[in-house]
């Protein structure tokens, strides 16, 4: 059958008003960052009673107005730093779905606002050379099932013949793999330390540190078995993947563990457990052994002591898991066992801990 040219023009036309009809009439983003530290957030939620957003900036939320279109909008001056913020609409907390940077996690809820300090911090991105990082799959041997790895390599790797000492970085519980760089910065770090002889270049592998996915802070029992299994799967599967890909130095001095949290009690327990695999071992927050007497470390103090280059542990007056600290260093003074405390201002957050990483790289694999 033969349709009418007017009949095309009409259908024609017609399609190109629903389409117009469909095109947001109110561009916008979110968040806008401005002189001085202005930063403006925008949310559509035509739907929304409330909203606000909670910054990591400030205890209290701010109340975002509602405006044309559904458009809730608040304008605030916001630090210099990596901060974590959200959405809360009407009781429920989100992501800013405008903006593509967020944290990494079991459970996404937190977008990323940068702000560069001036001058530069070390996990601001600065004009200096970088490394690379890699992402790699593995199936588990110990889990039975595929898993991830993230590696960083430092500038220079890939052109060069050079073998470097490897850093395990382990993040806390929530997170996974992947945000000690999405978020930490670490990668931004490393360079910026290296770049200014502060730090020895060295390769540095992260793995999900939930082998049992997230079990609760109350089950002793399953958090003893991921604990195990997490110290399995590095040593076994992830370590020697990267050991057979990158070119990594071989023995214990050229080793060193950290993490934050329940990273850094993945990092002391790990870590003292394998005198013969790490030197140095890095705590911060950290979710620490409950029964230190198990590790292998507190069975001759003097064998640690002449194993362990660095034992750096580092918690906030403010951190919920310092009382916990604090007995944990208490147990290492009564037993003899050589470490550094520090005690510093802050809870536990992302900013202390790159800060943390910030002061602990530059004592790595010195001679």
Known sequence: MKIPFLSFAVLYGSVLSLAAAEVDPVPYFSPQIGEGGAVTFQLKAAEAKTAAVRGQWT???????????????????????????????????MIDPSNPSFKPMREPRSSILHLPSDPPAPWDFQDVPHGSVHQHGYVSKVLGRPREVAVYTPPGYETGTDSYPLLVLQHGSGDNQATWVAHGKAHWI???????????????????????????????????QANGLFDRELLEDAMPLVESLYRVKSGA??????????GGGHSLGTGLGHLDIFSAIGAFSASTPTDPKSLAAWQDPDATNQSLRLLWIACGKDDFLLERNEAFVAALTERGIKHDWLLTEGGHS??????????FVPLLFRE
Do not use: C
């Open 350 to 359: 992302w900013p202390v801990w790159r800060q943390y990483l910030s002061d």
């Open 253 to 262: 001095e050229h080793h060193a563990i950290a993490g934050l949290s329940m």
């Open 59 to 93: 205890k209290d939320p701010l109340a975002l107005a509602r405006g044309n279109e559904g458009i809730w909008k608040a304008e605030t001056t916001v630090p210099a730093g990596v901060w974590e913020y959200s959405f809360v609409v009407d009781g429920v907390q």
């Open 190 to 224: 490393i360079d910026s330390l290296v770049a200014q002889k502060k730090a020895v270049p060295m390769i540095v592998m992260m793995i999900d540190g939930h082998p049992l996915g997230m079990v609760p802070r109350d089950d002793e029992a399953r958090r003893g």
